[in-house]
């Protein structure tokens, strides 16, 4: 009986995953204004869906046996996609309980971000009220925290919403300024150290990580010795999980902020050639060149920062991703964090604002970071082949005035009902006085 009843279960879990792979209906969305981000925009264009991908995107298409869709007056756009966020890891920083983010240890590469994240979060609908329809959910850590993923806004279950795992392996790069404060004035003077001694103390922590990575190369050159007949080495998890990286096959997401630590860790990753990306990157833009020159894009975050030096021009966060577009570097927005990914729009509106051309901008919602996450085959511009994860929005996409009016994931619409949303229409019929 326990036996049947088993397979029942299995039965009827099998018949529940299936249940978001049936096939989307034949759609023509009609008469919008399509900014297909990869080439021309159409205004107004046509876009004709059969089974979740793009048939067909035209100036004016046949409709067929297919569901017509008016969008006259709205503007049609890929689907936005967050990189480097903790949503779905986290949901009240207060609550110790609703917090996934992060791992015990320095070193820990078989950490998947993926199956951390909470399907039920309120913060998930909320984002994709704003026009996110994936999202990289970001282990956080001290230094080597885990492995990302691109997970979609649509799903039950972390499996069905999981839709690239992994995407980047995650690590946290070391400070290396030096805190020249003098010891007398020093809050706790047993905490003082010298400049020497602060300087061996970064070398000692750069070493530890070139250390870990030689011995995950050793581990897959062991690996791969054994298809010669040689016996494989007993499978070890991190090792497992650090053997895409090692062999150049997915990138490394390094978080560095401040100039001398892009510096450290693009000579780092061009010596022992590995691919990177640069997150949070705010200096990135003094050290565009560089970074040009090693084709590495930046994820950059802080196009709303104030300046990070009383040096700096007061417009030097927002003039940044210009100066990096202009030096040759691919540039993604992001905000970080989980709470406020919804405004990423108006990150890219203020670069525009200060130079950045709008076109550019919106690659940086949609194509550059399908680019960086290597979907760009399938996510992040409207062609033919492509998924139809789209948003019809009633302005520009970069105007604060502007609302997502309907969204599709992989063809199939999807509702913006959001904690926001019902709190609005609670609140807009209370009863009147």
């Not at 299995?10 to 297909?36: F, K, M, P, Y």
């Not at 100036?59 to 709205?74: E, F, P």
């Not at 609302?403 to 009147?432: C, D, F």
């Amino acid at each position: 009986m326990k036996y049947k009843m088993f397979h029942l279960v299995i039965a009827l879990g099998l018949g529940l995953a299936g249940t978001t792979t049936v096939s989307a209906e034949t759609l023509l969305l009609q008469g919008a204004t399509v900014h297909t981000v990869s080439g021309e925009t159409l205004s107004p264009g046509d876009v004709l869906i059969k089974d979740g991908k793009i048939a067909a995107v035209d100036k004016s298409l046949s409709a067929g046996d297919a569901t017509i869709v008016d969008l006259k007056g709205k503007h049609l756009y890929p689907g936005m996609i967050a990189l480097d966020t903790t949503m779905g890891l986290t949901e009240i920083d207060a609550v110790r309980a609703t917090d996934d983010t992060r791992e015990v240890g320095d070193y820990t590469p078989d950490v998947e971000s993926w199956i951390a994240v909470n399907p039920d979060s309120e913060l998930l609908p909320v984002a994709r009220g704003g026009g996110i329809a994936y999202f990289e959910p970001v282990p956080q850590g001290n230094i080597l925290s885990g492995q990302s993923g691109l997970v979609r806004l649509d799903g039950w279950t972390t499996e069905q919403m999981a839709y690239k795992k992994p995407l980047a392996l995650c690590l946290f790069w070391p400070q290396q300024g030096l805190n020249t404060t003098p010891k007398e004035k020093y809050s706790d003077p047993s905490q003082w150290k010298s400049l020497d001694d602060q300087d061996r103390a970064r070398r000692e922590k750069i070493r530890e990580i070139t250390e870990f990575f030689d011995q995950a190369r050793a581990y897959a050159k062991a690996k791969d010795a054994a298809t010669n007949g040689i016996a494989p080495p007993l499978k070890i998890p991190a090792w497992e999980a650090m053997l895409p990286y090692v062999r150049g096959e997915l990138p490394i997401n390094i978080h560095a902020e401040e100039l001398r630590q892009i510096k450290s860790a693009v000579n780092w990753a061009v010596t022992n050639q590995l691919k990177i990306i640069i997150t949070g990157g705010r200096d990135a833009w003094l050290a565009a060149d560089l970074l040009a020159a090693n084709h590495i894009p930046v994820v950059y975050e802080h196009s709303q920062a104030e300046p990070a030096r009383d040096t700096d021009s007061y417009a030097a966060q927002f003039k940044a991703p210009e100066v990096l577009r202009a030096a040759g570097v691919t540039v993604a927005f992001s905000i970080g964090g989980a709470w406020l990914i919804k405004n990423m729009p108006y990150a890219a509106a203020q670069a525009v604002a200060f130079g950045l051309p709008e076109d550019e901008a919106i690659k940086g919602l949609t194509l550059y970071p399908a680019q960086i996450a290597g979907v760009a085959d399938q996510l992040g511009s409207i062609e033919p082949g492509k998924e139809a994860t789209l948003i019809a929005v009633d302005g520009d996409l970069l105007d604060l005035r502007t609302n997502v009016k309907q969204m599709w994931i992989a063809g199939k619409p999807v509702s913006l009902e959001s904690r926001h949303t019902r709190l609005y229409e609670k609140y807009n019929n209370r009863p009147k006085p």
